[in-house]
């Protein structure tokens, strides 16, 4: 193998949301950056792409609703650098029974972490959005009014192209196939499939369902991530209603908590169209998807009867419009994995993967913590202990929850 150009303080390899993150965040801080992609830049076979991902700061789970707030202000941050927006704020609205474990632990966290919310019974969520939604007996909602859509594929491109305007070196079509420490020297070797070697001081590798693949290759150490293909659909909306469901007339990005757990944003990509999906997916194979039977099935059929039941009359509910697939890589508790890898790469290598669905919203602030961990070794400001790659070790199961699962065991966690 040659190498292949300069030297780099770092290299991060994987540039969906969390790598061009990191890379610009590396880059903001003076470092020199190379970032590589094993396809095309701004390809749809991950986890990056598509019309929509929803913003939101209510969690049942106490540890991200800061780390969504500090991403708020990034995403701002970073349109205002570049000149565009690709956030549009809504409001958004949690939803499901009132003994929900889950949507009670929602409702404990929001004043803690100063989140306005609102706690409304069926009645009053009627007249908030016009009779959109029907609520069924003991079910609440709770409204807070820090949501929004993202427009995926464009808020990639922006952070790359912010990447650029500091510096970063991008390089696609670059399968890395190994890395390694450079034994004479410090630091790393990243190896790619073509034959190419780059070397960087440090390394961060965010390559998404494909973590546990050139994970196992590198160290033979697997982890628990489990990739998983998801289908997300589009509903018509009824004639008359299109205006109802439009962020304009402050239509929210939604989670129905129970079985299924249903997820949902305005009417903004495709005229007419509303987007409502069931969170979860099918195991898979990044490498050998099946395209054809991976769209459909309980993810499409279990939606179906959640329309009829709170959106009746607002929504055709006979069969979605039209469906787009996607993937994300799943741990067992749901949680992110960040951390360092460890054993014979001590520092110097940083992974982070295992978003679970519900980490693209978190692009800005894991791009922060990361570039922090790269180059200081630490990320101030951040808890990162439930992101330790060792609580698989401790426990198969991950981080302990209070709260019952959101999905059932055959689909996992939420694409968002």
Same mark, same amino acid.
């Given at each position: 193998?040659?190498?292949?150009?300069?030297?780099?303080?770092?290299?991060?390899?994987?540039?969906?949301?969390?790598?061009?993150?990191?890379?610009?965040?590396?880059?903001?801080?003076?470092?020199?950056?190379?970032?590589?992609?094993?396809?095309?830049?701004?390809?749809?076979?991950?986890?990056?792409?598509?019309?929509?991902?929803?913003?939101?700061?209510?969690?049942?789970?106490?540890?991200?609703?800061?780390?969504?707030?500090?991403?708020?202000?990034?995403?701002?941050?970073?349109?205002?650098?570049?000149?565009?927006?690709?956030?549009?704020?809504?409001?958004?609205?949690?939803?499901?029974?009132?003994?929900?474990?889950?949507?009670?632990?929602?409702?404990?966290?929001?004043?803690?972490?100063?989140?306005?919310?609102?706690?409304?019974?069926?009645?009053?969520?009627?007249?908030?959005?016009?009779?959109?939604?029907?609520?069924?007996?003991?079910?609440?909602?709770?409204?807070?009014?820090?949501?929004?859509?993202? &427009?995926?594929? &464009?808020?990639?491109?922006?952070?790359?192209?912010?990447?650029?305007?500091?510096?970063?070196?991008?390089?696609?079509?670059?399968?890395?196939?190994?890395?390694?420490?450079?034994?004479?020297?410090?630091?790393?070797?990243?190896?790619?499939?073509?034959?190419?070697?780059?070397?960087?001081?440090?390394?961060?590798?965010?390559?998404?369902?494909?973590?546990?693949?050139?994970?196992?290759?590198?160290?033979?150490?697997?982890?628990?991530?489990?990739?998983?293909?998801?289908?997300?659909?589009?509903?018509?909306?009824?004639?008359?209603?299109? &205006?109802?469901?439009?962020?304009?007339?402050?239509?929210?990005?939604?989670?129905?908590?129970?079985?299924?757990?249903?997820?949902?944003?305005?009417?903004?990509?495709?005229?007419?169209?509303?987007?409502?999906?069931?969170?979860?997916?099918?195991?898979?194979?990044?490498?050998?998807?099946?395209?054809?039977?991976?769209?459909?099935?309980?993810?499409?059929?279990?939606?179906?009867?959640?329309?009829?039941?709170?959106?009746?009359?607002?929504?055709?509910?006979?069969?979605?419009?039209?469906?787009?697939?996607?993937?994300?890589?799943?741990?067992?508790?749901?949680?992110?994995?960040?951390?360092?890898?460890?054993?014979?790469?001590?520092?110097?290598?940083?992974?982070?993967?295992?978003?679970?669905?519900?980490?693209?919203?978190?692009?800005?602030?894991?791009?922060?913590?990361?570039?922090?961990?790269?180059?200081?070794?630490?990320?101030?400001?951040?808890?990162?202990?439930?992101?330790?790659?060792?609580?698989?070790?401790?426990?198969?199961?991950?981080?302990? &929850?209070?709260?019952?699962?959101?999905?059932?065991?055959?689909?996992?966690?939420?694409?968002?």
């Amino acid at each position: 193998m040659e190498f292949s150009g300069d030297r780099f303080d770092v290299v991060v390899v994987g540039a969906g949301i969390m790598g061009s993150c990191t890379a610009y965040e590396v880059a903001k801080r003076g470092q020199k950056v190379l970032l590589l992609e094993q396809f095309d830049f701004l390809h749809h076979l991950g986890s990056s792409h598509g019309e929509s991902r929803t913003i939101r700061a209510t969690y049942p789970e106490a540890y991200y609703a800061s780390m969504v707030q500090e991403s708020y202000r990034l995403w701002e941050a970073a349109q205002s650098e570049i000149g565009y927006r690709v956030l549009t704020k809504t409001p958004h609205l949690d939803i499901g029974p009132a003994s929900n474990k889950s949507l009670q632990c929602v409702i404990a966290n929001c004043e803690p972490d100063s989140i306005n919310a609102q706690i409304l019974h069926r009645s009053q969520l009627h007249d908030m959005f016009s009779g959109a939604f029907q609520l069924p007996d003991q079910w609440i909602g709770v409204v807070t009014d820090a949501g929004g859509v993202i &427009k995926p594929t &464009k808020a990639v491109a922006m952070f790359q192209a912010l990447a650029i305007r500091r510096g970063v070196v991008l390089r696609d079509r670059m399968e890395v196939k190994d890395i390694q420490r450079d034994e004479e020297g410090g630091g790393i070797w990243v190896s790619a499939a073509g034959g190419d070697r780059f070397w960087g001081r440090k390394c961060v590798v965010t390559v998404g369902a494909w973590m546990k693949k050139l994970v196992k290759a590198v160290t033979g150490r697997v982890l628990p991530i489990q990739p998983l293909h998801t289908t997300v659909c589009y509903w018509k909306i009824k004639e008359g209603h299109e &205006k109802e469901f439009s962020p304009e007339t402050a239509f929210p990005t939604f989670a129905s908590y129970g079985e299924p757990y249903i997820y949902g944003t305005p009417s903004l990509e495709f005229p007419g169209l509303i987007k409502i999906a069931m969170h979860g997916g099918h195991p898979c194979d990044p490498d050998r998807r099946d395209w054809a039977s991976g769209s459909g099935g309980v993810l499409v059929d279990s939606v179906i009867p959640w329309i009829e039941r709170v959106l009746e009359g607002r929504v055709e509910a006979g069969k979605p419009v039209m469906k787009q697939d996607c993937m994300y890589s799943m741990t067992p508790d749901g949680d992110f994995i960040v951390d360092f890898l460890g054993g014979e790469f001590g520092k110097e290598v940083v992974v982070a993967g295992g978003f679970s669905g519900h980490g693209f919203k978190m692009g800005p602030v894991v791009g922060r913590i990361l570039a922090e961990l790269a180059i200081l070794g630490e990320a101030a400001g951040f808890e990162l202990k439930h992101f330790r790659l060792g609580r698989f070790e401790e426990d198969p199961k991950g981080n302990a &929850k209070e709260f019952e699962d959101q999905v059932s065991s055959h689909v996992s966690q939420n694409h968002e």
